[in-house]
């Protein structure tokens, strides 16, 4: 299914519904079976053109699937899909919404971070991993990291405005660091430098560190037209993993 979003009716709908501006994957390619833990969550209400998807995450485990707290609300019930080509109809898993409790926090902190917990384990898709505790305290300046999502593929700037361009196709992009702190990894998108990254509709989707299936972020916020930055939620701190404690064994 492809949709268009005029970039003032992307950004209203982020903010009424987010707070904060979600993302999806630009200058990247189709995923394929490349990441088939990387979910997207399944908007319920029936459009003209079907359903489609409106934030990403990942399973990192039978029973719990990561994403960002801003995507639904906090105990509510939610489908997520692992198709890489979504369409209306396709397979979907139901479980329950659960935000960390102290979201929304300050910048320096957000707590933008959720879980969905599966009514029935999945099975046949083996989980992402996470990090161990402070892992990315320290990363070489030429770190690379690889972003997938559901979100739009492509940002055209015409009379009208900027449109998001979506298929609700799962892609990824590769992203190098711009820089490291507290509680976030802020990665390069810039295409004119090689990297590609996130845009609307990819928030609470995965950033794997390099090639590997590793999370060390997932996706939060970045520039309005997603050309510059992937601003990332760490899960190596202290905070992320007191709350994915609750959920899941902790390495």
Known sequence: MRRVFLMFVAALAAALACGSVAEAITNGQPDGNRHPNVGGLVNGTQYSDGTWLYCSGALISPTVFLTAAHCA??????RVTFDPAYKDGDKTYAGTFQADPAYPGPSSDSHDIAVVVFDEPVTGIEP???????RFN??????????AGYGAYEVTNGPGGHQYLYDDVRQYATGTLNAINKTW???????STGNGGTCYG?????????DTSTIAAITITGDAVCR?????????????????????ALP
């Open 138 to 147: 320290r990363l070489p300046k030429d770190q690379r990291f690889t972003s």
């Open 228 to 248: 510059s930055t992937n601003v990332t939620y760490r899960l190596d701190t202290a905070s992320a993993r007191d709350f994915l404690d609750d959920y899941v």
């Open 128 to 134: 992402a991993e996470l990090p161990t505790a402070n």
């Open 73 to 78: 609300d906090d105990g509510s019930n939610v």
């Open 202 to 210: 990819d928030s609470g989707g995965p950033n794997f560190l390099g």
């Open 185 to 191: 990894l802020r990665i390069s998108m810039n295409a």
